[in-house]
């Protein structure tokens, strides 16, 4: 009989602790008393007897709350100075460890930093460490491609896009303010371009073709989506940046930043980000999204490099902020493999109006081109060139950057040094790892 009852009983913790306490203080408390506690609380005999010594001990009768960690503002801060790295607030965390203090271990710390970010818990601004100046070294190898120096310097009446090069060791302003469409300084420089010493900006017909693909887009009423894409090192960035710098008056640009595989919350704030709006960013994602649909109102043409690394609910959002009946955005989605991305979610590829693809640059471009783009260049025979372009380059224009770079350091550094096949080999092995 009393095996047909006790399956249907349940008791919790309290209740049960109690009434042992009150068995024991009447002197009546007997293991059998105990064994019967533990099958109808489903929990060992020993779990049981462990019960009423800490409530006897510690007045306890509820299971101690379980505490996990909590990442403070200060470590937050650190996290976001290590882009991201999980692994480096780890090691700070044990170094500032006091004597006797716990440190979570590394996939516990991976956890609960995942679950800040799911909760929109955003990283603060990176400031500028080591990722930092790797963004900055990959921005100096990509060549921009927006006009030759000598129709720069005679403007449209020959054909030239009237861009100048900028100065050498200089940042121009505004790359990086997440509005790279706009020229900051003197007349004709292009926002977010930064090219080595004595270098010009390029016209190419795949910068033509970027150019035309955003104006497609752009024309579409004010409002059209464009993917650019190809192979890395390409130039598709800045040939980007060349044509939104040509966008027609009455149409604000802006480079939204995002991280690798961002989540809603990080997206959402790198949009705020860069249409510059003002107050601080909303804690609740509603009112974000309606200051941001605010000032989408007006013609904004919304540019998100590196398009391949967002997940599918980061684009449906984008796509949300297109199909919006209250906004006027032309949406740009630029990366290597972006195409793809796009592709997988079909009714973001059916609204697509532009693709163009960056074709690596055609060998026998490359003398004319690399002549053009600097006149360390125009000392190489076409032949060298065209030597360069295979074993290194391959029609790639950031690698031609880098290689410039550093073909230059090395005739600074090196007394009487020539432009031979044997330096050049030398300085192929530092603008790519040996195949």
Not at 56 to 73: C, K, S
Not at 107 to 135: I, M, N, S
Request: aromatic share 6%.
């Amino acid at each position: 009989m009393v095996s047909d009852v006790l399956p249907v009983l349940s008791v919790e913790r309290p209740v049960l602790v109690a009434r042992l306490l009150e068995l024991k203080a009447a002197g009546a408390l007997a293991s059998a008393h105990v064994r019967a506690g533990a099958q109808v609380a489903g929990v060992n005999v020993r779990t049981v007897w462990r019960w009423l010594e800490t409530a006897e001990a510690e007045g306890r009768f509820e299971r101690r709350p379980r505490r996990g960690f909590v990442i403070t503002d200060e470590q937050w801060d650190v996290l976001g100075r290590a882009g991201g790295s999980v692994a480096v607030l780890h090691r700070h965390l044990k170094a500032t460890a006091g004597e006797g203090a716990r440190v979570p271990s590394l996939a516990t710390l991976y956890r609960v930093v995942h679950r800040d970010l799911e909760a929109g818990r955003v990283l603060p601004e990176r400031e500028a460490d080591a990722r930092a100046q790797v963004r900055m070294e990959r921005a100096l190898t990509d060549l921009a491609l927006a006009g030759r120096a000598e129709d720069a310097a005679a403007g449209p009446e020959r054909g030239g896009a009237g861009y100048a090069p900028s100065p050498a060791g200089r940042t121009v302003p505004g790359a990086g303010s997440g509005q790279p469409g706009r020229s900051v300084g003197r007349p004709g420089v292009v926002a977010g371009v930064v090219l080595a010493a004595g270098a010009a900006l390029v016209r190419t017909e795949a910068v033509g073709a970027v150019a035309q693909a955003l104006g497609s887009a752009v024309a579409g009423a004010g409002q059209g989506i464009a993917c650019v894409y190809g192979d890395t090192g390409r130039g598709k960035t800045v040939a980007l940046r060349a044509a939104v710098a040509g966008l027609p008056a009455g149409f604000e640009a802006a480079w939204v930043m995002t991280p690798v595989r961002p989540s809603l919350a990080e997206l959402r704030r790198a949009v705020f980000d860069a249409l510059g709006l003002a107050g601080r960013f909303p804690q609740r994602s509603a009112q974000a999204d309606a200051l941001i649909v605010e000032a989408l109102a007006e013609p904004w043409v919304l540019v998100v490099d590196e398009g391949q690394r967002l997940p599918v609910p980061c684009l449906q959002y984008l796509q949300g902020l297109f199909d919006h009946l209250g906004t006027r955005v032309t949406l740009v989605l630029c990366g290597a493999g972006v195409e793809r991305a796009v592709v997988r979610l079909p009714q973001l590829a059916s609204r697509v109006s532009a693709w163009q693809e960056v074709p690596r640059l055609p060998a026998a471009r490359v003398p004319e081109v690399m002549g053009d783009f600097h006149p360390l260049w125009r000392t190489v025979s076409a032949k060298d060139l065209r030597w360069i372009d295979g074993a290194c380059a391959r029609g790639g224009f950031r690698a031609w950057s880098a290689l410039t770079v550093h073909l230059q350091n090395a005739l600074l550094t090196v007394p009487d040094a020539q432009v031979d096949r044997t330096v050049l080999r030398r300085l192929f092995r530092r603008v790519g790892p040996p195949l």
